[in-house]
T-cell receptor, first 116, second 110 residues
Framework: GAVVSQHPSWVICKSGTSVKIECRSLDFQATTMFWYRQFPKQSLMLMATSNEGSKATYEQGVEKDKFLINHASLTLSTLTVTSAHPEDSSFYIC????????????FGPGTRLLVL | GESVGLHLPTLSVQEGDNSIINCAYSNSASDYFIWYKQESGKGPQFIIDIRSNMDKRQGQRVTVLLNKTVKHLSLQIAATQPGDSAVYFCAEKAGNQFYFGTGTSLTVIP
């Protein structure tokens, strides 16, 4: 199956700092990438949809100035949590859509963020 | 407004038994479906998929059944093992969008 990586896998930061998370599709070109956050024992919450070379589309209630998304290439998307606060602590997961007739979506391993 | 995640239903099965996890979808235009497995602290892992022109698809120890009449999708796991303990959720694709189910937490009892 297709491989999607995320870096870092976990990060601890102080309140007020910014954190960048990378999402890479390792063996395919991703036409679209997605960013989710997930709280313990809850389902995935879509934050934004990212298309290469264009602005991300954010879901309602997600602050685009706080969660900056850059999709610089067909294999890389980044999510930057700016001025992080403790309530931003969560599990952030990206996924990449592989093109073709089925456009299967593959997920990264996730990044756990803890803001102190 | 702010979206809120939903808490997961649970299913417990004895090791060696078969597991059936269900998913209802709402969009009759959905033409592609995927089952994912998510272990604690990890990202979702693709298990099996099925297109809407099929009723059944089998993989290794897993079978997906699609009933378009009632918009129902199920995942059957044969001879469930402790390593199958995880959250399982379905995804449906309608148009250019994927929609994810809330998931079911499967616990395998040794």
């Amino acid at each position: 199956g297709a491989v999607v990586s995320q870096h870092p896998s976990w990060v601890i930061c102080k309140s007020g700092t910014s954190v960048k998370i990378e999402c890479r599709s390792l063996d395919f070109q991703a036409t679209t990438m997605f960013w989710y956050r997930q709280f313990p024992k809850q389902s995935l919450m879509l934050m934004a949809t990212s298309n290469e070379g264009s602005k991300a589309t954010y879901e309602q209630g997600v602050e685009k100035d706080k969660f900056l998304i850059n999709h610089a290439s067909l294999t890389l998307s980044t999510l930057t949590v700016t001025s992080a606060h403790p309530e931003d602590s969560s599990f952030y997961i990206c996924s990449a859509r592989r093109g073709g007739t089925q456009e299967t979506q593959y997920f990264g391993p996730g990044t756990r963020l803890l803001v102190l | 407004g702010e979206s809120v995640g939903l808490h997961l239903p649970t299913l417990s099965v004895q090791e060696g038994d078969n597991s059936i996890i269900n998913c209802a979808y709402s969009n009759s235009a959905s033409d592609y479906f995927i089952w994912y497995k998510q272990e604690s602290g990890k990202g979702p892992q693709f298990i099996i998929d099925i297109r809407s022109n099929m009723d059944k698809r089998q993989g290794q120890r897993v079978t997906v059944l699609l009933n378009k009449t009632v918009k129902h999708l199920s995942l059957q796991i044969a001879a469930t093992q402790p390593g199958d303990s995880a959250v399982y959720f379905c995804a449906e694709k309608a148009g250019n969008q994927f929609y994810f189910g809330t998931g079911t937490s499967l616990t395998v009892i040794p």
